[in-house]
C-alpha cells in the first residue's frame, strides 16, 4: 500500500486502479498514466472566484437535469471506444469546477467520461499546463466547452467543440457576460465573479 507520495516510482506509468489504493493526502492527477503533482491549496483569490462560478452556476441549474461539481472532484476520461474498466483508464483529473448533464456518468466515486463544461482556474505558472496538455486531454475525451478563468487579467477564454476541435470562441474581460453555450438562456456575469 502507497501511504506517502514519495513512495510512487515517477517513471512508471499507473492506472486508475492503482490510483485508488493510494493513501496520502497530496492531490495528483493522472495523464495518460504519469503522474501530475498538482500544486499546494490554492489562493484565497482562487477560492472567491471558483465559489462565485459556483454559486451562479449552482442557482442556474437548480431543479435542472444537470449538475455542477467542484474539485476535488475525480473525472475519468476514456476513450469512448474502451471500457471503463479502472486497469485501463489512465486519465484521472480534478478540474476547478465542471458541469455534467449525463446522470450515468456520476458515480461514487466521481464521473466518467467527459463533462459537457469544464472551468480551469489559472494563475500565472499554471496556464501551459491548461493550456497545452488539459486542453488536449478536454478535446479528445469530448469535453463541449472549456473555459479558461486566468486570474491575474480577470479575463475567460472560451472554447467550444464542433467537429471533435475545440475551435476557440473569444477572450471576455472581467466586465463581459458570458454565454455559456451548453444552454441557450445562461450567461455568466463575470462581474458577479471577479471581486
Not at 39 to 51: C, D, I, K, L, N
Not at 62 to 86: G, H, M, Q, W
Not at 167 to 172: D, E, L, T, V
Amino acid at each position: 500500500m502507497i501511504t506517502d507520495f514519495n513512495q510512487l516510482d515517477l517513471t512508471k506509468q499507473y492506472s486508475y486502479a492503482d490510483y485508488l489504493t493510494w493513501k496520502f493526502t497530496d492531490r495528483v492527477e493522472l495523464i495518460r498514466g504519469w503522474i501530475k503533482k498538482m500544486s499546494p491549496a490554492p489562493s484565497s483569490y482562487h477560492q472567491v472566484v471558483s465559489g462565485n462560478l459556483s454559486f451562479h452556476i449552482q442557482k442556474y441549474l437548480y431543479k435542472k437535469e444537470c449538475k455542477v461539481f467542484v474539485a476535488p472532484f475525480d473525472v475519468r476520461l476514456i476513450n469512448t471506444k474502451k471500457s471503463s474498466d479502472d486497469n485501463i483508464v489512465y486519465t484521472v483529473v480534478q478540474p476547478d469546477i465542471c458541469i455534467i448533464c449525463d446522470k450515468n456518468k456520476i458515480d461514487k466515486r466521481g464521473c466518467v467520461g467527459a463533462p459537457d463544461l469544464v472551468i480551469e482556474i489559472v494563475s500565472k505558472g499554471n496556464t501551459k499546463y491548461e493550456m497545452e496538455t488539459k486542453f488536449e486531454l478536454y478535446e479528445e475525451a469530448g469535453v463541449l466547452e472549456y473555459w479558461i478563468v486566468g486570474l491575474g487579467d480577470e479575463t475567460t477564454t472560451v472554447f467550444d467543440l464542433k467537429e471533435n476541435k475545440f475551435q476557440f470562441r473569444k477572450i471576455y474581460s472581467n466586465d463581459d457576460k458570458v454565454p455559456m453555450g451548453i444552454f441557450t438562456d445562461f450567461s455568466m456575469d463575470m462581474t458577479e465573479v471577479f471581486e
